[in-house]
C-alpha cells in the first residue's frame, strides 16, 4: 500500500535512487528503504558522465515507457531530474533533510567510478549511504579461481565457479509499507528527458512491446508455461517463439534476474524437458558472466581482450558494406532479415545475432566495433556488459571467444534454422514469394523462379556484396597473418 506522507514526520526520510531497477518487486533497495521510513523516490537521468555510453535511441524509447509505468506504481510521485547525480543527490539531501540513499548497484566502469565519488561525497556529509545487489545472481568479486583471477572461460566459471556458491537468493515481495514523500516541485516530467526520436522510426516498436512492470512478469509466465518445455531446440529457429524475449525488461530492471532464476527452477515440476530448463539458466549464466568480465575487465567496450587481435588487418574504406549490413541490404536474405528486425522492433534473435555478427567482421573484415556502436543505438536490450563481450566473443578476440575461424555460412545457417524461409519472408518481404529451395541465396534461382516471385537481382534485392567462399578465405588469411606478426 503506498501512503501520501508529509515532510512534519520528525523521522528523516530516505532517497531511493531508481537506476537499473525500475521495479517494486524484489527491490533489496526499495525494500531496504521502505523498512527504514518515509521514502523521496528519485530517478535522474545522468547526462554528465556517460561519456561514449550515453544511451542509444532504442534504449531512450524503452527508457521513457519504463519510468512512465515505475512512476504510476508509485501513484505519480517520482521525482525526475537530469544532469549529474552527484550535484543533484547532495542538493536533495539538503533540501529534504534525508538521512539515508539507498540503491542498487550497477557495474559498467563509469557507473563504477561516479557512485564511488558520490558515495564519499554523502558520507562526508553525515548521510548513510546503502547499496544493494538487485542485478545480478553473484557478484563478480565473489566468483574467483583458487589462486584468486577472474576466470576467463565461461563454463568453469559457471559450473565450478557460481554453481558451487550459495544459491541465488529468493525474489522479495513488493514492500507493503511504502510511504512516500509528495512529490517535488523542481521534478521534471519525464517527457521533459526529451528520450523519445525525434524520427519516427519506432512506430512497430510502440505496437511490439508493452513496457511495464507487470508485462515482464506475465511475459516470463508465458514463457515458464507455453515455450520453455522446447527451449534447448527451439531457440535456435528465429520463427519460433521458444526465446524469453526478457533481455531489455532485465537491463531495465523490470523484472530481477532472481525472480527469472527461481521462476525457471521452479517450473522443473511442469517442464519434462530437464535440459530446457538447464540451458535456459546457463543462458542467465552468460548474462553473468558478461557482467563479470566487464567488471574484472573494464577495459572490455574498446580493447580486444587477447593483444594479439590490436594486430588484425581490419579492412578500411567500407562505409558503403557497412551501410549495406546496417540497413540490411547485403544481399544474404538471413543476415537481411535480422538487422530489418533490429532496425524495426529493437531486438534481434540471439541465434541470427551470431551471424550478422560474424558476417561483419568476417566475411566484410569491418571491425567489430562499428558493430557494437550499431547494436548499441538500435537494441532496447543495449546493455554495455553483453553487448561488448558477446561482439568480442563473435570476432574471436575476447574471453572464450568462438575462433575466428569460426564463419558463420549465412546461407547455410539460413538453411538449416529458417529451412521453409518464414523468418526471411517477416522482414524481406520482397522475397516473399520465392519458394523455399532458393530464399536462402535467391541469386542462384533460375530466372523463371525469379520472374514469378517478382524478383529482381539487382533492382529490388540486392546481389551479394561479397562472395561467401573468397570472403571467408579473404578472413582465414587475414587471422593467419595475425599469428604470424604476433610470433
Aim: charge should be neutral.
Amino acid at each position: 500500500m503506498v501512503k501520501n506522507m508529509g515532510l512534519s514526520d520528525a523521522k528523516r526520510p530516505s532517497i531511493i535512487w531508481f537506476r537499473q531497477d525500475l521495479r517494486l518487486a524484489d527491490n533489496p533497495a526499495l525494500h531496504a528503504a521502505c523498512e527504514a521510513g518515509e521514502i523521496i523516490p528519485v530517478y535522474i537521468l545522468d547526462t554528465a558522465n556517460p561519456g561514449d555510453w550515453a544511451m542509444g535511441g532504442a534504449s531512450r524509447w524503452w527508457l521513457h515507457q519504463a519510468l512512465e509505468s515505475l512512476n504510476q506504481s508509485l501513484q505519480g510521485r517520482l521525482n525526475i531530474f537530469q544532469g549529474d547525480p552527484l550535484e543533484i543527490l547532495n542538493r536533495l539531501v539538503e533540501q529534504t533533510s534525508a538521512g539515508a540513499v539507498f540503491w542498487n548497484r550497477c557495474y559498467e566502469p563509469w557507473r563504477i567510478q561516479r557512485d564511488g565519488k558520490i558515495k564519499t561525497s554523502l558520507k562526508e556529509a553525515s548521510v548513510d549511504v546503502r547499496s544493494f545487489n538487485g542485478s545480478l545472481l553473484w557478484e563478480p568479486w565473489e566468483v574467483l579461481k583458487n589462486d584468486g583471477t577472474p576466470y576467463k572461460v565461461f563454463t568453469p566459471y559457471y559450473r565450478r565457479g557460481c554453481l558451487s556458491k550459495i544459491a541465488p537468493r529468493k525474489p522479495l515481495a513488493i514492500p507493503n509499507n511504502i510511504q512516500i514523500q509528495d512529490r517535488r516541485n523542481d521534478s521534471l516530467s519525464i517527457a521533459a528527458l526529451s528520450l523519445l526520436p525525434n524520427i519516427n522510426w519506432h512506430c512497430e516498436m510502440d505496437a511490439r512491446w508493452d513496457i511495464t512492470e507487470t508485462a515482464a512478469q506475465n511475459r516470463l509466465d508465458e514463457f515458464v508455461i507455453d515455450e520453455l518445455e522446447d527451449y534447448r531446440d527451439g531457440r535456435n529457429f528465429p520463427a519460433k517463439p521458444n526465446v524469453s524475449r526478457l533481455s531489455a525488461y532485465l537491463h531495465f530492471g523490470q523484472i530481477s534476474v532472481n525472480t527469472v532464476w527461481h521462476q525457471a527452477c521452479d517450473a522443473a515440476a511442469l517442464v519434462k524437458n530437464e535440459a530446457s530448463i538447464d540451458t535456459f539458466l546457463s543462458e542467465l549464466g552468460w548474462r553473468e558472466f558478461s557482467h563479470y568480465l566487464l567488471y574484472h575487465f573494464p577495459q572490455l567496450p574498446k580493447d580486444n581482450l587477447q593483444p594479439r587481435f590490436d594486430l588484425f588487418p581490419w579492412v578500411e574504406n567500407t562505409e558503403s558494406e557497412l551501410k549495406a549490413w546496417q540497413q540490411g541490404r547485403t544481399g544474404y536474405p538471413l543476415v537481411d532479415a535480422g538487422m530489418r528486425e533490429l532496425y524495426s522492433t529493437g531486438y534481434m534473435h540471439n541465434r541470427v545475432r551470431m551471424v550478422v555478427g560474424s558476417f561483419l567482421v568476417k566475411n566484410l573484415l569491418i571491425h567489430w566495433h562499428k558493430g557494437e556502436d550499431w547494436f548499441w543505438d538500435c537494441l532496447v536490450d543495449a546493455n554495455l556488459a553483453a553487448n561488448s563481450a558477446s561482439w568480442q566473443w563473435i570476432a574471436g578476440c575476447g574471453a572464450d571467444a568462438a575462433p575466428f575461424f569460426r564463419i558463420f555460412n549465412p546461407i547455410t545457417q539460413s538453411e538449416k534454422f529458417d529451412k521453409q524461409g518464414d523468418y526471411i519472408r517477416r522482414y524481406v518481404p520482397e522475397l516473399a514469394k520465392m519458394p523455399a529451395k532458393y530464399i536462402h541465396a535467391p541469386w542462384l534461382a533460375p530466372a523463371a523462379v525469379l520472374r514469378a516471385a517478382g524478383v529482381e537481382i539487382g533492382a529490388n534485392y540486392p546481389a551479394p556484396v561479397v562472395d561467401i567462399k573468397e570472403s571467408r578465405e579473404r578472413a582465414l588469411a587475414a587471422f593467419k597473418l595475425t599469428k604470424l606478426v604476433a610470433l
